[in-house]
């Protein structure tokens, strides 16, 4: 019987290849390419590029304070274009996040990450929750509750039978959505939705 060569447990990676040198042009390009593939903003933007620049110059030398000038040129010829708007991101990540049953909180400290200037912040999380904010924070916190099938949204088969059990579920859910960031009125109104 021949042995049968054996397999190796993982794939080799392949070797990261060395930065290429970093010019005017290049950080342009680079610039335009991440852009057109993902929405962002000035401040975030500028951290990637930056991020570049900094690698290439570890491998190649060079002058930060020259790379610093082409990302910033870079960034304000995008911004005058338009394709880079830090209040229209905000607004969209905004809404988008309390869609998905994100509290003003965790909005604030997702634009922040983002590099979106405060004002701006304030202004887009202003703006998403609508007129009145109890009841976008409600519909934020029912989304949460149905996006993570708990209280009436739980499938059936998943529902306890014994009273106690029954309660101590109940308990760890208002607790999960309170976690969330929610008001606890806010939370146990949630919970008592009905299940269309």
């Given at each position: ?131 009145d904010d109890d009841e976008a924070a409600y519909a934020s916190a029912l ?54």
């Amino acid at each position: 019987m021949e042995k049968q060569a054996e397999k190796p447990d993982s794939t080799p990676r392949r070797k990261r290849q060395p930065p290429r040198k970093m010019t005017r042009e290049r950080v342009f390009n680079i610039a335009k390419f991440h852009v057109e593939r993902f929405s962002t903003t000035t401040g975030h933007l500028r951290t990637v590029l930056m991020r570049r620049c900094d690698r290439a110059l570890h491998v190649h030398g060079g002058d930060r304070a020259e790379a610093a000038a082409w990302v910033d040129e870079a960034v304000q010829s995008l911004v005058r274009a338009g394709a880079i708007d830090d209040a229209r991101f905000a607004l969209a990540k905004a809404q988008a996040l309390r869609g998905r049953g994100r509290t003003a909180g965790r909005i604030k400290v997702a634009l922040m990450t983002k590099g979106v200037p405060r004002e701006l912040i304030d202004q887009a999380v202003a703006d998403s929750s609508g007129p009145d904010d109890d009841e976008a924070a409600y519909a934020s916190a029912l989304a949460y509750v149905r996006r993570r099938r708990l209280g009436p949204f739980r499938p059936k088969d998943r529902i306890k039978s014994d009273p106690k059990e029954l309660r101590n579920q109940a308990q760890k859910d208002l607790a999960a959505v309170v976690r969330a960031g929610f008001a606890f009125d806010i939370a146990r109104r949630a919970l008592k939705a009905d299940d269309d």
